[in-house]
């Protein structure tokens, strides 16, 4: 028997990725343990990890991180390829494609809070559609709006201040120098660091 080693060519934006994905997934896992009066009403905390990354790196990145954690989380609770996957996939694609708009909103006027809200909003609502379109095709839904319109500008205002805040005071992330560990380059022709994943083989 011999062991067989698969090198993995990764680079410091990968790194980066994977631990702002980790750091959200973690943020999920607790929010999951909070009891919700009604189903599909939560504070959406990983989404504060997410408005942060795309302050600071940008809409590509945050987009990693965002689906890592959805796809690493329905994994973890064990619930890949369900309905409750699907509505968390759908309503993180439908966010994504709000914020990929709202990012370019003048600065001066509007910030976190404003992507918080439109991404909270955004959510909710993907959510509600694959509901009416897949699972229940009735038009009772309608009353539910309020309810989850009202919850995703309470909780999307939340969040965008704790993510201003957390702006706000933390400094800017400065690049290390060339290979080193916080290097955050994202040019295509940066050369790759290796992970080594050890197998056994015969």
């Not at 009604?38 to 965002?66: C, D, E, F, H, M």
């Not at 694959?130 to 229940?136: E, G, H, N, Q």
Request: net charge positive.
């Amino acid at each position: 028997m011999t062991i067989s080693t698969i090198k993995l060519a990764t680079t410091a934006a990968d790194h980066h990725i994977a631990r702002m994905a980790a750091l959200a997934l973690g943020l999920s896992v607790l929010e999951a343990a909070i009891p919700s009066p009604l189903p599909g009403v939560k504070p959406g905390l990983a989404n504060i990890v997410t408005l942060i990354v795309l302050a600071r790196y940008g809409w590509r990145t945050a987009a990693w991180v965002s689906l890592l954690r959805v796809i690493a989380g329905s994994l973890l609770m064990g619930n890949f390829l369900t309905p409750g996957f699907f509505l968390s996939l759908s309503g993180a694609l439908c966010s994504l494609c709000i914020l990929a708009a709202s990012q370019h909103l003048p600065t001066r006027w509007f910030g976190p809070v404003t992507h918080s809200i439109l991404a909270a909003v955004a959510h909710i609502g993907g959510q509600l559609l694959i509901v009416y379109l897949w699972l229940i095709p009735h038009a009772g839904l309608a009353y539910l709006i309020p309810i989850f319109a009202t919850a995703a500008l309470v909780f999307g205002t939340v969040n965008g201040l704790i993510a201003a805040h957390y702006l706000d005071a933390s400094p800017l992330p400065q690049p290390l120098p060339r290979g080193g560990r916080g290097d955050y380059r994202l040019s295509l022709g940066e050369r790759p660091t290796h992970a080594s994943v050890a197998g056994e083989g015969k």
